[in-house]
């Protein structure tokens, strides 16, 4: 080797060297600071306006709620209440705690929750997450640490609601700095206050060494949390691999197989709230002669999937196969009391042929999530004769699609906002609405029915009977749970839950 | 002179109109807005509502000649999405975009001429075909795959340079030579035919004549000539690489102009990607422009064509 | 984009040879039109032959039977070469049909847009004036608008398809197609048989057929190959961000997309694809260049 080749390597050595030290080590045990990627952006860091699981993250690691529903346990516990009563069943007070204070500083009172909740629901407040708001009439105060909130109607699902997608904000800070303001420099009563927002970047986020004592959900015990915005799933799990970021979470099955290989990464796999299913044309919106109007063809759909095979190979992990249109942790949901399709491709092509359809027929399949799911069940119609083109689309225009009467077979996804409760998954695609593909009226009654019901029995048997309806005229075919892998650094102590809310709080340096 | 600017500048001012009316009308044309800005889980009242709000259900002719007199002065509206001014989100985006492209226009200049020069002093030898094989592979090559395979060598297997994020300029390099490969061949062959023509001219062969080093000559004589054109190529190249850069910035998590823009598409958030649509196209025509002058200054002929 | 390249000619320096001879010696000469010839060939073949030579059913699944090694790896086997993808699909057959597929999209893309760019660069050309600005203004604004966004834009909504990608890269790719054509339009357009067509009384549809489009094929060629390659990148790119060519039909572009997730553990799975779609692309341009090198000697530098 001559010496200026020598020279040369040895000098493009010390560069590359040179490049390795000057990399930035942000993340980490050694400076306290649990770095974790996903790959979307809440358009507002405010909890009330924006709806991506990355905002409820954050809307659960940095505010409070009223109640707590302990993710261990289930119970309600309180949180900014201390405790609760029902005055009637549009009425309820609440007693708050005292001694809380903001992120900023100011003090929490009944001034607080009595703001929050009578602005969201006024229309210029413009809240994206309607749905979980709408029940509320106003909220009055009726002491320093005493509110009454009144319902528009019998809500049975109220402390369902107040225990998750309601946090409290501060009400002087906000009126001061308005909404503007306040996305771009949140304040919250939660264990972690938010320093800075990098809009559609990130966020970063310290522990709250003013967070109240006696908080069930305990104080945080990791100093720094920065939330960076990796759109690639790819890399993501490089920067994972190489320690640039310490947690990611929805990892595929099979990279997750892969990634818990490595010595310094630990993976875990939770069940899900999401589940899978498969909407049949029922009513004949997309076209008078729509074959799915023949209940032979949908309970033929119904057995011609080998949703068990779906599991295990593809989606794998905690997650099941679903039977019911719920998810079972919610209220109302009863997997066990309905009908139960087996994957049958024999029956499901004498199904067909008593249906006029021998040789099979047609359709076109939408989806907008998990491809590859969706492939496999187009795979296993193929096979009894059904032949679906796939449309894959973005949600939006999925939506748009679904609600003009477009999708006669689509393949999708609901997570019910973690809200455990039934009128959060069946209620939105069975009451009739622009999404409802059955229009069966008499599991609408039922729903209904069921929506303003209070004596809990009653409720459920409501819901049942709407459950047994939708599983025995397979307007649906419910496919599977989602399950979660979270892939992180071996050197934290973290714990999942079904309800996808990460609760970095909770978690630990090892 | 003057007139030729003005005549060219009358053009570029009127394709960048053109430009605004077709990205609308595309955009404009496909879907309902409404639902999209409504969010999954709206109910058709509220979509009623937000078509008003926003309002969507005016006539085409309006919403766009509401929206010229705003761009115009750089008011592209509100992002439907982030509910921010698109120009605020735009110019913070800017500069990530704008760095990504220079420095992956340098790593393509500094490959593809060097490597044009070296095609150039043995023209039809290996060492031509070899520097054309080199340059021709980054046509070749999907850019998406090639930043994954750097990815996996260089940030993964070698660590030598982050993967992902912005903060220095080393988060820079990868992003830049997935996206300035792509332009080598053009930089190249330009450079390559450039100096073969210099080199055959008498000028040169005085030079030589004279004595001067083969060096000298070289790099004094030839490639300052041949390189005028050369850089002309470059501005529009840069063009079409702040249009082409939205995959690699998604893999490579720049927040810049492109990532923005793909985002936005998918999220219908109308008003900011026909902003961005916008600013590139005014990018390409400014640049194109500025290589047509230096053209021109070049070649006088150009002028009363 | 100026691509000239010069190449070895040695037939020039032999005047003596007839027309024809002096053509094969210029064929066989070229190095790159011969490499990328035979290339190009193998695959169009493989395309071509798909259904004879492919060992399974691209579409035939079997999720038990998922992610097979390929035969270079120690559980791989013979009956799935190049093992299985993610659904347990034979990785080799869907190769093979990709090419098809890929090749598909870029012949019908670069015929759609030659079509269009055909049409405004001999009108341009031809008929020069007022005719020739309007087009120059057409092209100058299609250059303008950033085609990778454009394209993501129009496909995100409409939702891909092997049609709309097809008919979105053959509106957007048409531009080289009708700056060659202008200029040698505006060449052929004084020559005396043109000329004389005129004097004879031919209508104009009848001079552009039957002379000039014969004239101008040589560049057009060239072009069409370069846009082939651009729209099978193109294709590509808009598969790999999941609004291209809708699965189960087995694009390039599509596996590699897919095969994205196995790369840090299997970069086999990523590798194979990606240099196919490389191969292809090197091998069209290559062919690009050759044909331009023979075909047009003068006008190489």
Not at chain 1, 65 to 94: F, I, N, Q
Not at chain 1, 442 to 467: I, Q
Not at chain 3, 150 to 179: H, K, M, P, Q
Request: aromatic share 10%; glycine share 8%; proline share 5%.
């Amino acid at each position: 080797m001559s010496i200026e080749i020598k020279k040369a390597v040895l000098s493009s050595a010390a560069v590359a060297a040179a490049l390795a030290v000057a990399q930035p080590a942000l993340a980490g045990k050694a400076n306290d600071t649990l770095v974790y990627a996903s790959d979307s952006e809440p358009e507002s860091v405010s909890p009330y306006h924006n709806n991506v699981r990355e905002g409820v993250i954050l809307a659960r690691n940095a505010w409070d709620t009223l109640l707590w529903r302990d993710p261990g346990s289930g119970e309600y516990v309180p949180l900014l209440a201390t405790s609760w009563e029902w005055v009637d069943d549009k009425t309820l007070d609440v007693e708050l705690r005292q001694g809380v204070t903001f992120h900023n500083g100011e003090p929490f009172d009944a001034d607080d929750v009595v703001f929050t909740f009578n602005y969201v629901v006024t229309p210029e407040a413009k809240v994206v997450t309607k749905q979980n708001v709408e029940w509320i009439e106003s909220a009055e105060k009726l002491g320093p640490y005493k509110v009454r909130i009144h319902t528009k109607g019998p809500f049975p699902a109220a402390l369902e609601y107040l225990s998750g997608p309601t946090p409290i904000y501060p009400n002087e800070y906000f009126e001061k700095v308005g909404l503007e303001g306040y996305s771009k420099a949140p304040v919250g009563t939660g264990p972690y206050k938010i320093t800075r927002v990098d809009v559609g970047k990130g966020v970063s986020l310290e522990k709250f060494d003013g967070y109240f004592k006696d908080s069930p959900r305990g104080e945080a015990s990791i100093g720094k949390l920065e939330f960076r915005v990796i759109p690639d799933a790819e890399t993501r799990v490089a920067e994972l691999m190489t320690g640039g970021v310490d947690w990611i979470w929805r990892v595929p099955a099979d990279q997750a197989d892969q990634l818990e290989q490595m010595p310094n990464v630990e993976v875990l796999n939770a069940e899900t709230m999401r589940v899978a299913y498969l909407a049949m044309d029922a009513a004949g919106r997309t076209a008078e002669d729509s074959p799915f109007k023949d209940i032979r063809v949908r309970r033929a759909v119904a057995h011609a999937i080998d949703r068990q095979a779906i599991v295990d190979n593809l989606v794998r992990g905690a997650s099941r196969v679903m039977h019911a249109a719920c998810f079972p942790s919610q209220f109302g949901c009863d997997m066990e009391a309905v009908k139960k399709y087996e994957y049958d491709p024999a029956k499901a092509k004498e199904l067909l042929a008593e249906a006029g359809y021998k040789d099979g027929f047609k359709t076109d399949i939408y989806a907008y999530r998990e491809r590859e799911y969706t492939e496999a069940m187009m795979g296993y119609l193929r096979d009894v004769g059904i032949d679906a083109n796939l449309h894959f689309l973005k949600y939006a225009a999925l939506r748009d699609l679904q609600r003009a009467g477009k999708v006669p077979l689509n393949s999708q996804t609901w997570g019910s906002f973690s809200v455990n409760d039934v009128s959060a998954f069946t209620g939105v695609y069975f009451k009739g609405g622009p999404d409802d593909y059955a229009m069966d009226a008499e599991v609408t009654e039922l729903l209904e029915k069921g929506d303003v019901t209070t004596d809990p029995a009653k409720r459920k048997e409501l819901y049942r009977e709407a459950l047994q309806k939708i599983a025995e005229q397979a307007y649906w075919l419910p496919l599977f749970s989602y399950s979660t892998n979270y892939a992180f650094t071996s050197d934290l102590s973290f714990e999942a839950q079904p309800d996808e809310v990460v609760r970095f709080y909770m978690a630990s340096w090892k | 002179m003057i007139g030729y600017i003005l005549r060219r500048a009358a053009v570029a001012l009127s394709v960048a109109f053109t430009v605004s009316v077709v990205s609308f009308l595309l955009l404009h044309l496909s879907g309902d807005l409404a639902v999209a800005i409504a969010g999954p889980e709206a109910t058709p009242a509220q979509v009623e509502q937000i078509r008003l709000e926003y309002g969507l259900d005016r006539p085409l002719w309006v919403q766009y000649g509401e929206w010229l007199a705003g761009a115009v002065q750089f008011d592209f509206g509100r992002s439907f999405f982030f509910r921010e001014d698109v120009s605020t989100l735009v110019l913070d985006r800017l500069p990530v975009t704008m760095t990504l492209g220079a420095i992956a226009l340098a790593f393509a200049v500094v490959l593809a001429v060097p490597l044009g020069v070296v095609a150039a002093i043995r023209p039809n030898s290996w060492l031509d075909r070899v520097a054309l094989t080199i340059a021709v592979a980054g046509q070749a090559m999907p850019s998406f795959w090639f930043a994954l395979v750097l990815i996996l060598v260089v940030g993964v297997q070698l660590r030598w340079l982050p993967i992902s994020g912005n903060d220095t300029w080393q988060h820079f390099v990868l992003p830049a030579i997935a996206l300035g490969y792509y332009a080598t061949p053009a930089i190249m062959r330009l450079t390559r035919t450039g100096m073969l023509d210099v080199l055959s001219s008498d000028y040169i062969r005085t030079a030589r004549a004279k004595g001067l080093r083969t060096s000298t000559v070289l790099v004094k004589h030839a490639l300052r000539n041949a390189i005028i054109p050369v850089v002309a190529l470059a501005a529009v190249q840069l063009g079409f690489m702040l249009g082409g850069s939205v995959v690699i910035e998604t893999i490579f998590a720049l927040h810049g102009l492109g990532h923005l823009a793909w985002e936005s598409i998918s999220r219908n958030d109308f008003p900011v990607v026909q902003a961005v649509v916008l600013i590139l196209a005014m990018f390409y025509i400014l640049l194109t422009f500025l290589a047509d002058l230096l053209n021109a200054w070049l070649d006088p002929k150009i002028r009363v064509a | 984009m100026t691509n000239a390249t010069a190449l070895p000619d040695k037939a020039e320096a032999a005047p003596a040879l007839g027309a024809g001879a002096r053509m094969r010696r210029r064929v066989f000469g070229n190095h790159s039109l011969m490499v990328g010839s035979v290339i190009l060939l193998a695959i169009l073949l493989v395309a071509v032959l798909a259904p004879l030579i492919a060992p399974h059913d691209p579409y035939a699944q079997d999720v038990s039977r998922r992610l097979i090694p390929p035969i270079w790896q120690e559980k791989g086997t013979w009956e799935h070469v190049l093992g299985t993808d993610k659904l347990g699909r034979d990785y080799l057959s869907r190769l093979i049909y990709g090419a098809q597929i890929s090749l598909m999209i870029g012949l019908l893309a670069a015929a759609a847009s030659a079509v269009i760019g055909i049409a405004l660069g001999v009108a341009a050309g031809y008929f020069g004036g007022r005719v020739d600005s309007v087009v120059s203004y057409i092209v100058t604004t299609r250059l303008s608008m950033p085609v990778v966004l454009v394209a993501l834009a129009v496909v995100g909504v409409i939702g891909g398809s092997l049609t709309v990608v097809i008919l979105t890269l053959g509106l957007l790719l048409w531009d080289r197609y009708a700056v060659v054509t202008r200029s040698a339009t505006m060449q052929i357009r004084e020559s005396e048989y043109v000329a004389a067509a005129q004097a004879i009384g031919c209508s104009t549809p009848r001079i552009i057929l039957g002379e000039i489009l014969p004239n101008i094929m040589n560049p057009i060629i060239v072009v069409a190959t370069l846009e082939v390659a651009h729209a099978i990148l193109l294709e590509a790119a808009l598969s790999f961000l999941g609004l291209g060519v809708q699965p189960p039909l087995p694009s390039w572009g599509l596996m590699i997309a897919e095969a994205k997730q196995y790369m840090f553990f299997s970069p086999w799975v990523i590798m194979v694809p990606g240099v196919a779609l490389f191969v292809l692309v090197l091998a069209i341009n290559l062919v690009g260049d050759g044909v331009r090198d023979v075909t047009a000697p003068e006008s190489r530098n």
